[in-house]
């Protein structure tokens, strides 16, 4: 499986998929102009890793905003997550937020208790 | 297609889907699970994406007010450095007007007191006749500095003005602070 490194941009944010360790990161904004093309291969990528891999996955998400369609696009991504989790698979997701954002906290959240998945959730000084 | 619906292009894919069945009388059992499985999550997914909206709506909402906050500090501050610089340039301008009109006043009233006094005084006979023409200087000079105040005074707003020093004031202190909407973001 491909690993697949996207530079963050003011509006996009640093993805960083490595399968063969079992790791998923992003962090910062996520507000593309189109979230579609922008996460339609790190979604079919987890895809790939849900029905072809055994192992494992740590995700890491740090965001500081991201828009509706990303929120989307997230939820597609938890939901491959949670059926990683239903197949016995360990699934970790850690999801930092900055201190003084109390509402990024809260839509972690959100995520959690509507997806029934289990969040780490990990704060940073601002 | 645009970008919205084809982010739920799996979802209108199972619809399409289902429609067809539903048209070609070949629903079974196993299709109306997976629609009410798939309508289970597209009800979930509304519930997640609308209160993720409103908490992302309420971060803006509150930048927004920490902006204007701001906005209004800075306007205050403005304000009162365009007070504070204009009382330094007033206060400059008087004391250069106050040396002027002082040198001016001792050059007259030495010139008065050697040159004048004599031929004045022997075309008329008043009393205190230098005294009266000194103070007419004083006051004549006194009436100049103000004039002479205004002038410099001018001068140093076009000199301002010149520098742009007023404009980046204004600039900087907006009356309408500008809102962040997820629309203005530039691509």
């Given amino acids: 499986m491909e690993k697949i490194y996207i530079q963050a941009t003011e509006f996009t944010p640093q993805v960083h998929f490595d399968p063969s360790n079992g790791i998923i990161e992003l962090r910062g904004n996520s507000n593309p ?19 072809n891999d055994t192992r494992g996955l740590v995700a890491n998400m740090a965001f500081r905003y991201f828009n509706t369609s990303s929120s989307k696009c997230l939820y597609d991504m938890f939901k491959q997550l949670n059926a990683m989790r239903k197949k016995g698979r360990q699934v970790t997701i850690n999801w930092y937020y900055s201190l003084d954002d109390e509402d990024m906290y809260e839509v972690g959240k959100d995520f959690s208790d509507l997806m029934n998945l289990n969040f780490n959730f990990i704060a940073m000084s601002a | 297609m645009n970008e919205t619906s084809s982010l739920f292009h799996v979802e209108e894919k199972s619809l399409k889907e289902f429609k067809e069945k539903v048209k070609d ?31 992302l709506q309420s971060k803006l909402n509150k930048a927004n007010e920490q902006i204007a906050a701001q906005n209004s500090t800075i306007s205050d501050n403005n304000k009162l450095l365009h007070n504070t610089i204009e009382q330094l340039v007033k206060a400059k301008v008087s004391k250069k007007a106050s040396t002027i ?10 010139a ?8 004045i005084n022997s075309y008329v006979d008043i009393p205190y ?37 007023w404009e980046e004031l204004e600039i900087s202190s907006p009356h309408s602070p500008g809102l962040i909407t997820s629309e203005v973001v530039p691509r």
Avoid at chain 2, 101 to 110: E, G, P, S
Avoid at chain 2, 112 to 119: I, S
């Fill in chain 1, 33 to 51: 102009h189109n979230s579609l093309t922008f996460y339609t291969k790190v979604i079919h990528t987890l895809e790939d890793y849900v029905v």
């Fill in chain 2, 25 to 55: 009388n070949a629903l079974s059992k196993k299709s109306l699970i997976g629609f009410v499985d798939n309508y289970d999550d597209l009800i979930t997914q509304s519930k997640v994406i609308t209160r993720v909206s409103d908490r």
């Fill in chain 2, 101 to 110: 009109i002082l040198t001016a006043a001792v050059v007259l009233f030495v």
């Fill in chain 2, 112 to 119: 008065e007191e050697v040159l004048l006094e004599e031929a």
């Fill in chain 2, 129 to 165: 006749i230098g005294l009266i023409v000194k103070l007419c200087m004083a006051l004549t000079l006194k009436a100049f500095e103000s004039t002479i105040e205004k002038f410099f005074m001018r001068r140093e707003h076009s000199k301002i003005v010149e520098e742009g020093l």
